[in-house]
């Protein structure tokens, strides 16, 4: 089953993608605003128990590392910002993107070949 993060859940994991296996002080020393470390524990448990972590014990401390690729996650809320926010229209999400927000025109050339590659694709 794909996974689906809360907030504070997706907060936790980003730091363990970026940082890569963590104990619970070392993930609430990098959030960013303060949580009581139990919290954290609390958190960390609650991914672990869904299956989006698994931990090795060091000493008194579990160090918890992610089961789930960042890159898995990111297509999951994707898939469900597209579905809940633009009813399903990639279009509609890609029309948002390029006119409300800035881009870049080195983002739009590599947005422009991304989609220029996908017509070739599906052309063939």
Known sequence: MAPIF?????????ILWERGPSTAAEVRARLADTLAHNTVLTVLTVLEGKGYLSHTEEGK?????????????????????????FGGSTERLLTHLV????????????????LDEKLREVDE
Request: charged share 35%.
């Open 61 to 85: 401390a579990h160090r918890f590392r992610p089961l789930v690729k960042q890159e898995v996650a990111g297509a999951t809320a994707a898939s469900r910002v597209v579905e809940k926010l």
């Open 6 to 14: 809360t907030d504070r859940e997706l907060d936790v994991m980003a």
């Open 99 to 114: 006119t409300e927000r800035s881009v870049s025109p080195a983002e739009l050339r590599r947005l422009r070949c991304l």
